[in-house]
């Protein structure tokens, strides 16, 4: 088809083309979209806040052996984007986790699904969370951690919830103090949905109420 074309109408088409496939990959009013209630933090105060965020970082750990350690699978967004602003050497691990029992995150025990590859004595490490909810989860893995000897162990999470802290946490940085609310997106699920949404967003409570998984704050 194309090859009937002059260059100025192939190049015409060929824009065409490019803006609507930027329309499609312009989330807003996509399929996912319509489960959110609303948009806590949209991608420009993310961008923003995770500038701050890596600016700190950057001036604490600059001479020093640094190792940012994410839990998965929530804070993979966070982690990747929030490197991007610490320009200085460093290395990042992983470590997996689940809770016991019906109660999700707040169960208080936690169970280690994936470890780290190497022995962090002697290391800076950062812990890179997603969301703090009751703190249980990193009351857990800072105590499982600091017994391994690193010569500083503090966290980073993108967000945090105070209202419903059940255990107290030492938090380093903070990107966000957020209400009671549960979200979804910007690497956070809901039933293993919804990480792909480039925002922080409120789950439309009829989503749980429909779903076999239930609700998510309980
Ligand atoms: P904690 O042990 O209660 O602090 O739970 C922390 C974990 O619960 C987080 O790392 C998330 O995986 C999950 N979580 C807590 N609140 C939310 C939320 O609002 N949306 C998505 N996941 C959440
Ligand atoms: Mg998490």
Redesign the pocket.
């Known amino acids: 088809m194309s090859l009937l074309m002059s260059p100025e109408a192939f190049i015409f088409a060929e824009k065409r083309r490019c803006m609507a496939a930027e329309n499609q990959t312009d989330h807003k009013g996509g399929i996912l979209d319509r489960d959110v209630e609303r948009v806590l933090i949209d991608e420009a105060r993310l961008k923003q806040r995770l500038i701050e965020l890596g600016a700190a970082i950057t001036d604490t750990y600059t001479g020093k052996d640094l190792l940012l350690v994410a839990?998965l699978k929530?804070s993979v967004l966070f982690l990747a984007d929030l490197i991007r602003h610490i320009p200085i050497p460093h290395e990042i691990d992983f470590m997996a986790t689940s809770s016991y029992g019906a109660g999700v995150?707040?169960s208080g025990v936690v169970r280690i699904l994936k470890d780290l590859n190497k022995p962090i004595e002697g290391r800076h490490v950062l812990l890179v969370?997603?969301?703090?909810?009751?703190?249980?989860?990193?009351a857990y893995l800072t105590g499982l951690l600091a017994a391994r000897n690193p010569a500083s162990l503090q966290i980073v999470t993108l967000l945090d919830?105070p209202d419903r802290r059940e255990v107290e946490i030492d938090v380093a940085w903070t990107g966000f103090s957020i209400p009671n609310e549960?979200?979804?997106g910007y690497g956070?699920?809901?039933n293993e949905r919804y990480r792909n949404l480039p925002y922080i967003g409120i789950l439309k409570p009829a989503v749980y109420a429909q779903s076999d998984a239930g609700d998510?704050m309980e």
């Open positions: 839990v929530g995150a707040s969370e997603d969301i703090i909810d009751s703190g249980h989860t990193l919830k549960f979200v979804i956070l699920d809901y998510p």
